[in-house]
């Protein structure tokens, strides 16, 4: 099991320091996110590779993924904009590549579609799901040796409109036809939207290609009634060997609460199997 946290949730005034918290505390390696040290105050990804592998540097942890902001979602009504959001995915898909990582966290919309109703062309979840196709293609296309996964994020129905299930994920999956195009799965969305969380990472574990973890109420492991292990089960027998990335709430003093969360995570991966 490799369990990852994002930068910002950890102490530290660089990323140095945060990359050692993160192996003091036990994580196997650090997810990326476009907020948060160094990225909030100016650039992208690339912008910042010295900073990034001076902390994998000394910490010896690695970059797991890489997450993206609203401002980066792929579907949208003008061109230019487009246009814009796809250079910044392929960008960040080469410095994943560059750091090792396993993938780029992408989403299509959040909160109300982009696009209007054109029907009976088509309606804006027809449209947007057009639009999300033609810049996974895209971007594959023009990363055309690269092994980095995009991974596609289902969002709850209060933060989107469109894609809110892994069924409806791995059906886009599918339509973009290509192996780097995974599904990102988040227990904390699932939640809200999955009949059944082990059964639905069961039915889809074939395309899922990173996890990120939350408790019920969006707080750390342990603090909520999801059934972690329940799930580690589904997963452990589809054989999942991607990374599983913390993305909660933090209360508390890290130095004690962090530690104590994966040591929940390794227990519950334990009695899965």
Same mark, same amino acid.
């Given at each position: 099991m490799k369990i990852a946290?994002?930068?910002?949730?950890? &102490?530290?005034?660089?990323?140095?320091?945060?990359?050692? +918290? /993160?192996?003091?505390?036990?994580? *196997? %390696?650090?997810?990326?996110?476009?907020?948060?040290l160094p990225f909030a105050e100016s650039g992208t990804f690339s912008d910042h590779m010295n900073a990034i592998s001076? $902390?994998?540097?000394?910490?010896?942890?690695?970059?797991?993924?890489?997450?993206?902001?609203a401002k980066d979602d792929l579907v949208h009504a003008d061109p230019a904009e487009r246009a814009g959001r796809l250079d910044g995915l392929v960008n960040a898909l080469r410095a994943a590549e560059t750091l090792g990582a396993a993938g780029v966290i992408a989403l299509p919309?959040? @909160?109300?579609y982009p696009v209007p109703d054109l029907s009976p062309i088509g309606d804006a979840a027809q449209?947007?799901?057009?639009?999300?196709?033609?810049?996974? @293609?895209?971007?594959?296309?023009?990363? &055309?040796? %690269?092994?980095?996964?995009?991974?596609?994020? &289902?969002?709850?129905?209060?933060e989107t409109p469109y894609l809110k299930t892994l069924a409806h994920a791995a059906s886009i999956c599918k339509m973009a036809d290509s192996p780097r195009v995974k599904i990102m799965a988040d227990l904390? +969305?699932?939640?809200?939207?999955?009949?059944?969380?082990? $059964?639905?990472? $069961? *039915?889809? /574990?074939?395309?899922? %290609?990173?996890?990120?973890? /939350? *408790?019920?109420?969006?707080?750390? &492991?342990?603090? %909520?009634?999801? *059934?972690?292990t329940a799930c580690f089960k589904a997963l452990r027998a589809a054989h999942y060997e991607g990374w599983f990335a913390l993305e909660c709430g933090v209360t508390g003093d890290p130095v004690e609460v962090l530690p104590a969360a994966v040591g929940v995570l390794r227990a519950c991966w334990d009695a899965a199997g």
């Amino acid at each position: 099991m490799k369990i990852a946290i994002q930068h910002h949730l950890l &102490p530290g005034s660089s990323l140095t320091e945060q990359f050692q +918290h /993160a192996a003091e505390f036990g994580f *196997d %390696g650090v997810e990326l996110t476009a907020w948060g040290l160094p990225f909030a105050e100016s650039g992208t990804f690339s912008d910042h590779m010295n900073a990034i592998s001076a $902390a994998m540097r000394v910490s010896r942890l690695p970059v797991s993924s890489l997450c993206s902001m609203a401002k980066d979602d792929l579907v949208h009504a003008d061109p230019a904009e487009r246009a814009g959001r796809l250079d910044g995915l392929v960008n960040a898909l080469r410095a994943a590549e560059t750091l090792g990582a396993a993938g780029v966290i992408a989403l299509p919309l959040r @909160k109300q579609y982009p696009v209007p109703d054109l029907s009976p062309i088509g309606d804006a979840a027809q449209l947007s799901e057009r639009l999300l196709i033609h810049a996974l @293609k895209e971007a594959v296309r023009q990363t &055309p040796n %690269g092994t980095a996964h995009i991974l596609l994020e &289902p969002l709850n129905r209060y933060e989107t409109p469109y894609l809110k299930t892994l069924a409806h994920a791995a059906s886009i999956c599918k339509m973009a036809d290509s192996p780097r195009v995974k599904i990102m799965a988040d227990l904390f +969305h699932m939640g809200l939207e999955e009949r059944n969380l082990p $059964a639905a990472l $069961a *039915d889809n /574990a074939a395309l899922i %290609g990173h996890v990120h973890l /939350a *408790d019920s109420n969006r707080q750390l &492991p342990g603090h %909520g009634h999801t *059934d972690f292990t329940a799930c580690f089960k589904a997963l452990r027998a589809a054989h999942y060997e991607g990374w599983f990335a913390l993305e909660c709430g933090v209360t508390g003093d890290p130095v004690e609460v962090l530690p104590a969360a994966v040591g929940v995570l390794r227990a519950c991966w334990d009695a899965a199997g």
